[in-house]
Nanobody, 127 residues
Framework: QVQLVESGGGLVQTGGSQRLSCAAS????????MGWFRQAPGKEREFVAA????????AYADSVKGRFTISRDNAKLTGYLQMNSLKPEDTAVYYC????????????????????WGQGTQVTVSS
């Protein structure tokens, strides 16, 4: 079992930066991929970024590529999403998730691949 708690959300101006954190309980976290997803009002939850269990190997949605960076520190059981050059369309509730296959080299990007989810943190980008 893995419990995930996101933090770092809030209000930021267009062009600004924000870093989200995802604190995990249990060392299961270190054996699986971690992903970030987001859900804007009235829209479906969508993939943002994911990282392999080892921290080497990432995937990004086209909409955030070059602006967002995902990382993880397995020693601290924590994952991160550094968000730069934020836009109003980045406004959403951001969720971290853990899943995929045990020690897999594959970086999953689909919601269904993830078994454990945090409660989400709101990010609002003002224009």
């Amino acid at each position: 079992q893995v419990q995930l708690v996101e933090s770092g959300g809030g209000l930021v101006q267009t062009g600004g930066s924000q870093r989200l954190s995802c604190a995990a309980s249990g060392r299961t976290f270190t054996s699986y991929a971690m992903g970030w997803f987001r859900q804007a009002p009235g829209k479906e939850r969508e993939f943002v970024a994911a990282i392999r269990w080892s921290g080497i190997g990432t995937a990004y949605a086209d909409s955030v590529k070059g602006r967002f960076t995902i990382s993880r520190d397995n020693a601290k059981l924590t994952g991160y999403l550094q968000m730069n050059s934020l836009k109003p369309e980045d406004t959403a509730v951001y969720y971290c998730a853990v899943g995929g296959q045990y020690y897999s080299e594959y970086v999953p990007t689909s919601l269904g691949a993830y078994n454990y989810w945090g409660q989400g943190t709101q990010v609002t980008v003002s224009s």
